[in-house]
């Protein structure tokens, strides 16, 4: 019994393709999704631009010149820090979500 339920399983995966999974997808949930990857291709970019900022801070400091680039570099991290805040809520949650967050009564 049970390798006949494989069996049928095994088959039925065989044929079917990635875009098959979306097939029953409407404009608004691709629309979403596209959102979703777009987050997390940009969470995914900031971990190695945080690396690339952090070494110039190392870098630059024996350098005179670094207590002037200070503020700078902390608008930049800073900046990033919310876009990857952004970046992660859009990769995460829907709408629906989100508006239940913000519209239910604190506990």
Not at 75 to 88: D, K, R, S
Request: glycine share 6%; net charge positive; charged share 20%.
């Amino acid at each position: 019994m049970t390798e006949v339920v494989e069996n049928k399983i095994r088959r039925n995966s065989a044929n079917e393709s990635i875009f098959s999974l979306f097939r029953t997808a409407n404009t608004k949930d691709k629309f979403w999704l596209t959102i979703g990857l777009i987050g997390a291709i940009i969470t995914g970019f900031s971990l190695p631009y945080f690396a690339f900022v952090f070494g110039r801070i190392l870098n630059n400091t024996n350098n005179e010149k670094f207590y002037h680039r200070i503020p700078k570099l902390c608008e930049q991290l800073a900046g990033l820090t919310v876009v990857c805040i952004f970046a992660g809520i859009a990769q995460v949650f829907s709408p629906k979500e989100i508006m239940y967050y913000v519209e239910s009564d604190p506990i």
